[in-house]
């Protein structure tokens, strides 16, 4: 299994964004995939997640209104869709994904099944 996040850059406060993560050699269509993001000195954090039925979303509170999560099953990817950028955003953003998970609290940086290699976000004041 392979997933390849991309889209990663600086950029200055207040600007948008977008992440995506093409994901291989797994059936993409059922999985929940999500995202979630690491800052120099601070544990893994949830940002984002999308069910692998249904299409519906979670979001970590800090993004919710600013950051929007989406998939194509037939292109196998995900996407993370990042307005309003703050420096509180800089991390590495990685994609995760958790084998048919319905139940939002297992989709934990304990419990997912892969993870993709991070993407930098860089997000000047």
């Known amino acids: 299994v392979q997933l390849q996040a991309s889209g990663g850059g600086l950029v200055q406060a207040g600007a948008s964004l977008g992440l995506s993560c093409k994901a291989s050699?797994?059936?993409?269509?059922?999985?929940?995939m999500g995202w979630f993001r690491q800052a120099p000195g601070k544990e893994r954090e949830f940002v984002a997640a999308?069910?692998?039925?249904?299409?519906?979303?979670t979001y970590a509170d800090s993004v919710k209104g600013r950051f929007t999560i989406s998939r194509d099953d037939a292109g196998n990817t995900v996407y993370l869709q990042m307005n309003s950028l703050s420096p509180e955003d800089t991390a590495n953003y990685y994609c995760?994904?958790?084998?048919?998970?319905?139940?939002?609290?297992?989709?934990?940086?304990?419990?997912?099944?892969?993870w993709g290699k991070g993407t930098q976000v860089t997000v000047s004041s």
């Open positions: 995760a994904a958790r084998f048919r998970s319905i139940d939002w609290d297992q989709f934990t940086s304990g419990t997912v099944h892969y």
């Open positions: 050699r797994l059936t993409f269509s059922l999985y929940t």
């Open positions: 999308i069910a692998w039925i249904g299409g519906t979303a």
